[in-house]
């Protein structure tokens, strides 16, 4: 998560899409890391989503 941040910033928001060209990865892959990383409480998610 510390590259996410050091990236979008600690106060900004971004997405799956964003994450997902960050590191490289496919964007089912970083909806499942956000979705952790919300689970145990480093993210908080705002807005609506499709699946939830």
Excluded: C, H, P, W
């Excluded at 996410?4 to 990865?25: H, I, P, R």
């Excluded at 499942?32 to 990383?37: G, H, P, S």
Aim: overall charge neutral.
């Amino acid at each position: 998560m510390e590259l996410v941040y050091e990236k979008f910033g600690y106060n900004s928001s971004f997405n799956s899409e964003g994450v997902a060209d960050l590191l490289d990865v496919q964007l089912k892959t970083a909806g499942r890391l956000l979705a952790k990383a919300e689970k145990i409480g480093v993210l908080e998610s705002e807005g609506s989503t499709k699946k939830k």
